[in-house]
Structure formats: C-alpha cells, structure tokens
C-alpha cells in the first residue's frame, strides 16, 4: 500500500466510526436533518476516497447506499430500521475490508457485493412499493418569505474561499432572493439574504451545518410571497444602506402581508444557532504515533535527567544553582504534563462502539436497552483504548445479557420496561476512572457462591463476605448464566478483564444490590510509563514495587519467613495467613539477611499476598523503561528505573512474580 | 586490479589473547560503573547499566566465551555495541573486557582463514585471523557471541 492509500484507509477508519454514530443517531430521530446530512456527507467522503486511492468495490456500494440517502434527503425516502440496519452492515463488513491494510486485499475483497446486492434490492423493493401506488406523499410547502441573517465569527471576504461564501450562493439558488452583504474594510461584517422559496427552515439551516463554529445564522420567516411585491422591494431598496432591524422589517412584513398568529409565533422562535464548539478555533494536525512516542521518550530522558540534576545541585549547595534547578523542575514538570496529555485521545470512539454493541445485542436479545454516556470527552491513551475496548465490550454484553432483564419481567417488578446501561467517564489524580453500570436484576450472591463451592474454587464450608462473594466472579472458570449463550456466560471473560487490567496497571472493583443493578468500576493509569512505587531494597538492589496493588506495610524479623522445615508455606501478617514471595530468598540468597524484613501485603487479582523485602526506602513516581530483549525470560520485572543518583532500580510485575513462585 | 576495502577494527584483549571488531558496531567504549543485577538471568548477564539514560544490558564477554569470569581491574571497559540482529531490529548492549587497545584499519586480503582445528571453526565464535609476524588477532564474530537469538539458544540448551 502506499503512503496514500494508508492515509485513505486511517481516514476512512475514522470516518466509518462517525458513520455509525450518525446512523445511531438518525435511528433514534429518525427525521432530523443534522444526523442525515452528516451520514450523507460522509459516505460522499468514503465513495470520493475508495475511488481516487483504487478501491472500487469501496466506492460502488458507498455510491449505492449514498442513494440511498440522497432519495432520504429529497423526502422520497423514509428513515426505517431496515435501512439503517443495511447501511451499518454494509459499512462493518467495509470496516473489516479496510482492516486488512493490504490494497491488494481491500480491492479484491470478497463479501462487498452482497451488501450492495442488499442495498439495490431495498431500493427496488422500495421503488415497487411506491409504483403500486403507495407512493410516498411529497409535501406540499407553502411559499415563505425567509430572511437569513449571517454574521462570520471569523474573518472573511466577500470572495473569499470559505464555505460559507459557496453556501450562500447555494441558498440564493432556492428560490427567489436577495442578498445583501454589509462590509467593513473588504471584511464581511454581516449578510442578509431575502428569499422567497417553498423550502422548510430546517432545511435552510440544515446548509450551515458545515461551518456552524464560523458564524451566527438566524433564519426569521417574514411572510408568505413579500419578495415579488413592489411595496417590499421598494421597502428593501430605501434601506439596502445598512442592516435594517428585524422589527422594522416584521412590522413591515406585517402590515404588507398579514399572516395571523402562526407568523407571531414564528417570530417569537427565531432561533439563533451558534453551536461554537467549546469556543475557541482550535485547529487539528494529524501526527504520527511514533513521533509523539519519539518525544515522550525525549522527554522521560529529561525527566530523568532533571532528577539527577536535583540530586547533584543539592549536594554542591549554590544558590544560583538551586535556583536553575527548580526552575527546570518546574519547566519539565509543565512539559511532562503537556506532552503526556499529546498521547491522549478522547474516549468518544469507544461509546460509539458500545451504542453499536447495546443496539445490536437489545433486538438479538429481545430486550428493552437505552445506552447512557457521560464524560464521552474524558482523554486516554489511544493504546490504552484499544486495548481496554474487548474488556469494556465483555462487561457491558455481560450487563445485558445478565444484568438487564426482559421487558415483562421488569415491568412485573414496577420498573420501567426499558432497561439502562450507562458509562460514566471522569479523571481523579492520575487515574481515568470508568464506571459501567445497569439498574437490572444485579448479582446473585447466593448463586454465585454456591457455584463457586460447587466448582471447589471455594471451601464448602467458608464464610465469605459479600465483597469477596462479588470478587468471585473475576475467577477463571465461573459463570452463574443458567444457559451458556452466545454472547456471555462461557465462563470466560470476567477473569480475562481483571487480566487485561491488571497489564495496563489498572484494577476493576464490583459493586451489585438486587433488583437494583451492578456497577463495574475500571480504574487505569493516566499513563503507562510513569508509575508510582515503593522503593525497596533487597541486598543493595533497589526494586519498585507498583503502588496500585500495594495495601498494607509489616515489619517482622526474617527469621519468622524461614519456612524451610515447616509443613505450611504460610506466614502470619497482621492475623492473616499470606503466601509471602521473599525477594531476598529468591534472588539473593547469597549474602546474610538483616534482622528485619518490611513486608509489603498486596492484592493480586483479587488474592492476598505479600513480598518481603530488606527495607522501603520510599515512594517514588517515576519513568518506567523496559529491559529489552536480553532479559526476555526475566519477566517479572516488568521494566526498570533512574533513581535520582543515576543508579538504576527493577521494577517488579507482581502477578508474573508470583507465577515464578509458582513454578 | 580493483582496490579491497580496508575496514576499521577496534582491538581488545579477554585475558592474553587479542581480538577485533568492526568498529561500525562499536557506539563508544565507556568505563565500567554500577550495575544493577537482574535475578534469574544467566551468569554471563551482569546485568542493567545506565548509559546516560539509556539502559543496557551488561554482559561479560569472557563468561560468555566459557572462559573465567572477568575481575574488575582500572583496566576494564565497556564496549557499547550496536548489532544488527535481522528483521530491522538493533541489539545495543554492553560487553565488558579486560583492556580496549586501538582501532586498527586491515585489508580483507590480510585476514587469514580460522584454523580448522577440532571442530573450531563452527563452533568458535571468529570469522578470521590476524596474523602479524606471529601477533595473533582473532576477529570475533560478533553475532554469533552477542545476538539475543544465540543467547535464547543457549539458555533452552541449558535447560
């Protein structure tokens, strides 16, 4: 492939995904225009494209889909369920062709023609329908008076290359008008196009959707027919000098051409749109992933660097030093926090795909789903939201299918019929926290533990509390599903998001009361090379431990961790009996031991253990680098550190930690 | 005739004996600092260095060989390597020896075969000999004693 046809296949990928929420949203309203034009506009980019970079079979079924929604557009078409479903299955089967990154594949790709196949037969079908005599009921619009006020809220010329030049002359084309442009110094201050035409007003306004962060429209309906009286073109011409105001105009139009209380009310609701996003004209460049890793890696080196610099200033002692070295601080600090947030993306692209998912899996199931997002703006690391996405998607399919329950049922237990699952998004400290949760059946606790004694995964006899009960389900091999479906209750999964979670560092907690619902709180790291530990040290090798799964520090003496001549492995911390992994056992056994040992208790997919360690020297934050492929079989440590001294110091991946102790 | 390329070496000695590399595949040679020992790795990995914040793994080039382990002497240097391992990949690492002497440029027509003496040549790790009026430079081949690849190999033979 080339460089082009790359960029094509990134581009379209990102186009498909504001494809599917467009189709979501048209879905869910099925006569708004906003929705409509932007599913229009971009299936217009994915045809444009897939030809100009030789992908044809891309752009044939775009072309015939894009139809499809032209028909929509001139209201010969109606928005159904069956065409939506059409076009979103169409474009997943052209997601997966383009995932294929290989031109030759992409065009030779087999299965596109059904789709297309499909999309024609819809429109025959439809056609047919109309011919036996159905047809579809054009809308007789009344002639109306419009006057579209369009005020830039950037700079522009009159001829100009902006859109909105194109778009008012596109608006003077539909029917009779009148444009007026108010200037100042060559810059457009201000137009005011009279037009006479038997187009809707939400269809005027639906053209300014393409550059509704440039300016301010306000479309105000007159009257019927004023343009073709003599009295109003007159009345036009006295005041073509400046903007006339709209009163002026109204009162007017009013006394010219009565058109009783629907024009009051018209006047009253002359809505002004400035959907200005967010304000500010913030412009977007594409980059690629390397350089943005190329620069963190600059940066974590001047991390790096600053720390030793700190180190050394204060033991030299100058003052004019110490005064440079905290400035630097402070100015790496600031670069630190800028180029980390570079990395970040919005989690948008994820909701969309969970819309996708509630919608499909609610008809398969047969049951009532409304999807619910907040924070969709919330920023993470774009490997990070590949990554987390097949978790996220197995919680929520788990929410319904297990959580939300048939409409009947709900309604028989005084709940409404349509079940919710919600994902609710926000940051705290240098976390991004998640919250996935459903107001359906939640957990059953009892049957869960009777599952989990029956798999012997737990005594028969144990007492355990309701935390611990809910924390079972994160264990490999359990699954309280009756009846093994498609979609969940193979009694995998749950154990795989604990796991994938824990690689990225990051935890997940359940929380579930009956008839209530479950929650799934997914709490992950800012970002995946700064990490926050204890520094320990274990015959002089300084080690960090990761303080996510950290919960408690002991002190004791070594020799009570001497278990070689006992019976039970097991060492008694704070009243609990830990399987602890000695550092110092294990991989220094060489040199006497001190006389105590700091033992570090952990959490570790939900299982209590410890690490003993000579002492904790501290709490560091720090930048992780990895080892690299000489120390490949070494992988409990999971990547290694500068101290400030320049010494360096290995960080431990727990949970492979204790898989050596395993084996 | 056509003229042969002469090459820069870079010479050092493991114990008595001298030997070459292509200095393309020395980066610098640095003196030999703190280590930070990785647990459960073989004997011959000493371990992590940091190299102006760049990490590397250390190794000792004459364990590696089978020879004795090296005693650190104000002698001793570190040879920052940069190998081509295939597949676009780059192996840096770090080779510890007793002395780093000079760079040295030789004509390919100055280096001698290695002697095919019991089984020698493919099993030792040289490409050639420098012979220089009975001044032996063995030219170590240096994928075959640092690539990641051999060394993965050792350590499934080992086990």
Same mark, same amino acid.
């Given at each position: 492939m080339d460089s082009n046809q790359e960029r094509f296949v990134e581009d379209a990928l990102d186009l498909l995904n504001e494809l599917d929420e467009g189709l979501l949203q048209l879905e869910g309203?099925?006569?708004?225009r906003a929705p409509l034009e932007q599913v229009f506009r971009t299936m217009h980019t994915i045809k444009g494209g897939a030809n100009m970079f030789g992908f044809e079979n891309i752009g044939e079924l775009s072309h015939h889909l894009e139809t499809l929604y032209d028909l929509v557009r001139q209201e010969k078409l109606t928005v159904t369920d069956k065409l939506i479903s059409i076009t979103l299955h169409a474009f997943d089967k052209v997601r997966d062709v383009l995932q294929l990154r290989d031109a030759g594949m992409i065009s030779r790709a087999e299965g596109l023609k059904e789709h297309l196949h499909n999309a024609l037969q819809y429109l025959q079908d439809v056609q047919a329908d109309n011919g036996?005599?159905?047809?579809?009921?054009r809308k007789i619009d009344e002639v109306a008076t419009f006057l579209i006020r369009i005020v830039p809220s950037i700079r522009m010329t009159?001829?100009?290359?902006?859109p909105l030049v194109f778009i008012i002359k596109d608006i003077e084309s539909l029917g009779t008008s009148k444009v007026y442009v108010f200037k100042k110094e060559e810059e457009v201050v201000q137009w005011d196009v009279y037009l006479t035409t038997t187009t809707a007003r939400e269809e005027i306004e639906s053209y300014f959707i393409f550059v509704e962060q440039d300016c301010i429209v306000n479309c105000v309906k007159l009257g019927?027919?004023?343009?073709?009286t003599a009295e109003f073109q007159n009345f036009l011409k006295e005041n073509s000098g400046a903007p006339i105001g709209l009163d002026q105009i109204q009162s007017f139009s009013s006394s010219q051409?009565?058109?009783?209380n629907e024009k009051n009310e018209d006047i009253g609701s002359g809505k002004t749109f400035n959907l200005?996003?967010?304000g500010l004209h913030d412009t977007y460049i594409k980059v690629s992933k390397r350089k943005i890793d190329d620069l963190l890696n600059w940066i974590s080196e001047l991390i790096i660097l600053q720390a030793q610099l700190a180190t050394s200033s204060s033991r030299i002692k100058d003052s004019d030093l110490s005064e440079v070295t905290e400035l630097l601080e402070m100015v790496t600090n600031r670069l630190r926090d800028t180029s980390l947030e570079i990395g970040l993306v919005p989690i948008e692209t994820l909701v969309t795909k969970f819309k996708r998912l509630v919608r499909d899996l609610s008809k398969t199931l047969e049951k009532k789903v409304n999807f619910l997002s907040e924070g969709a703006e919330t920023e993470m690391d774009k490997d990070v939201i590949e990554l987390m996405s097949d978790p996220m998607i197995h919680i929520i399919r788990n929410c319904i299918d297990h959580g939300i329950e048939a409409p009947e049922v709900r309604k028989a237990a005084g709940k409404s019929e349509h079940g919710t699952v919600k994902l609710k998004a926000f940051n705290s400290s240098a976390y991004v926290n998640i919250i996935i949760s459903d107001d359906?059946?939640?957990?059953d606790k009892q049957k869960v533990l009777l599952k989990a004694k029956e798999k012997g995964i737990?005594?028969?006899?144990a007492e355990l509390t309701d935390d611990e009960i809910l924390n079972l389900?994160?264990?490999?091999?359990?699954?309280?599903?009756s009846s093994v479906s498609d979609i969940s209750?193979?009694? =995998?999964?749950m154990d795989v998001v604990r796991q994938k979670l824990n690689d990225l560092r990051g935890y997940v907690s359940v929380q579930s009361s009956p008839g209530k619902g479950t929650s799934f709180h997914i709490k992950l790291p800012l970002s995946r090379s700064i990490i926050e530990g204890l520094l320990v040290k274990v015959d002089e090798t300084p080690y960090v431990v990761p303080?996510?799964? =950290?919960?408690r520090i002991d002190r004791m003496a070594y020799e009570t961790l001497?278990?070689?001549?006992?019976?039970?492995?097991s060492v008694v911390v704070n009243e609990e009996l830990l399987s602890v992994f000695s550092l110092r056992e294990n991989f220094h056994s060489g040199s006497a031991a001190p006389k105590t040992a700091d033992i570090i208790s952990v959490t570790i997919n939900g299982a209590r253990r410890a690490i003993a360690v000579d002492r904790i020297e501290g709490k560091l934050q720090t930048v992780m680098k990895p080892l690299g492929?000489?120390?490949?079989?070494?992988?409990?440590?999971a990547g290694s550190t500068i101290l400030g001294d320049g010494s360096l110091a290995l960080v431990l991946d727990p949970v492979r930690l204790f898989q050596v102790s395993v084996n | 005739m056509m003229k042969h390329a002469v090459l820069a070496y870079l010479t050092f000695s493991l114990g008595e004996e001298k030997f070459a590399i292509p200095v393309?595949? =020395?980066q610098e040679v640095v003196e030999f600092g703190q280590v930070t020992k990785v647990p459960?790795?073989?004997?011959?990995?000493l371990g992590i260095i940091n190299l102006r914040g760049r990490i590397l793994p250390l190794l000792d080039t004459k364990l590696k060989l089978g020879l004795s382990a090296t005693v650190k002497t104000k002698k001793s240097r570190v040879m920052v390597l940069d190998i081509p391992t295939g597949d676009d990949k780059r192996l840096h690492i770090g080779a510890i020896v007793d002395v780093a002497r000079e760079v040295i440029e030789i004509s390919p027509k100055e280096i001698q075969e290695a002697?095919?003496?019991?089984?020698l040549k493919s099993?030792?790790?040289?490409?050639g000999i420098l012979n220089v009026h009975g001044d032996i430079t063995m030219i170590m081949d240096i994928k075959k004693v640092f690539s990641i690849q051999e060394l993965a190999k050792i350590k499934a033979s080992i086990n």
């Open positions: 309203n099925p006569h708004a036996s005599g159905s047809s579809l009921s009159e001829d100009g290359n902006h019927t027919d004023l343009l073709s051409n009565p058109i009783g200005a996003k967010k359906g059946a939640g957990i737990v005594g028969s006899s389900i994160f264990h490999p091999g359990l699954s309280t599903a209750g193979r009694g =995998v999964g303080l996510n799964i =950290v919960t001497d278990r070689v001549n006992k019976l039970n492995p492929d000489a120390f490949i079989q070494q992988d409990f440590i | 393309g595949n =020395v459960n790795a073989p004997d011959y990995m002697p095919d003496v019991d089984d099993s030792a790790p040289i490409t």
